[in-house]
């Protein structure tokens, strides 16, 4: 199947600022079964200069810096892109170790995965919440997983909130509910309690709706030996699937924002944003 993305985003300032250098974050990674077929992008204010780079966790950044005073910065971006058939259970964990909880990474897996592993301080309450599901799981490591994901989407509810950093974990979990990424980032964290290399991902998601509502969407990626980076969608309960589009990954999850840069000037922004997702 082929899709478009459309995606539009303008910061409206109330007074004019110099824009510092931005770090935009929009394009669709190619993978296995996904093909990225055009991608084009465009701003206004006018950029003085643009490169395409990629950052330290191989994503893909177009990076502009700017040389006049402006009230706005509109961002235009369209992206085609191509899927295949994809079996997400296509694989099989080896070593064997790795089917059960806890297990222990190589030393150059571990050196590799560091900051996916980088641990935060949870809540008793939230530890036991996973302890459960892990209990439940058998010790096995995709039921784990899976059985996680499902559980976080039943016993949560899922609110959009356009913009700020992801919610800490402990307070998602206290309030029951919270966006997209107050969720992934709640799960992220309870994997890498459990020793499981977890990173934050923010794409694009498709599916059949009468009144088709699109938003940047955020998941979990996690690696697993013979897996690579399998992702998990806690707000829908399932394994990411061939209609998640992924844009950036990160063990940080501000890392992934679609935009990232500063201003010098003392104006407020306003922002507003406009998402379609068509299946052509």
């Known amino acids: 199947m082929n899709f478009k993305i459309i995606h539009e985003t303008t910061y409206i300032f109330d007074d004019k600022v110099f824009l510092e250098p931005h770090y935009l974050r929009f394009r669709p990674k190619q993978t296995s079964y996904i093909d990225v077929t055009h991608f084009s992008i465009a701003l206004k ?3 003085e200069g643009h490169s395409v780079i990629e950052d330290e966790e191989h994503n893909v950044i177009d ?3 700017f040389g006049e ?4 910065l509109t961002i235009e971006v369209e992206s085609h892109v191509q899927n295949k058939a994809y079996n997400p259970f296509n694989f099989i964990i080896h ?3 790795f089917n059960r909880i806890p297990f222990t990474y190589s030393d150059h897996q571990y050196q590799i995965l560091f900051a996916a592993l980088q641990k935060s301080p949870l809540t008793e309450e939230l530890v036991e919440y996973a302890e459960a599901i892990l209990n439940t799981s058998h010790f ?4 784990f997983l899976t059985n996680l994901t499902s559980q976080i989407h ?21 309030i029951k509910k919270g966006s997209c990424r107050d969720l992934s980032w ?3 964290n309870l994997l890498r309690h459990y020793g499981i290399a977890a990173r934050f991902v923010s794409g694009y998601f498709y599916f059949d709706m009468e009144k088709p509502i699109y938003e940047l969407h955020a998941w979990v990626e996690v690696f697993i030996p013979g897996t690579g980076w399998l992702g998990f969608d806690p707000s829908h309960g399932i394994l990411t699937g061939n209609t998640h589009f992924s844009v950036a990954s990160s063990a940080i999850a501000e890392n992934t924002m679609p935009v990232s840069g500063g201003i010098r ?6 922002l507003v944003t406009n998402l379609t997702i068509e299946k052509q």
């Open 154 to 174: 039943q016993d949560f509810n899922v609110e959009y909130r356009e913009d700020g950093p992801p919610l800490s974990p402990d307070q998602t979990f206290k």
């Open 45 to 47: 204010s006018e950029p």
């Open 95 to 97: 070593p064997d170790a």
């Open 140 to 143: 096995n490591t995709i039921a």
């Open 265 to 270: 000037g003392s104006a407020t922004s306003r």
């Open 63 to 65: 990076f502009c810096w």
């Open 186 to 188: 709640m799960q992220v």
């Open 69 to 72: 005073l402006t009230n706005s």
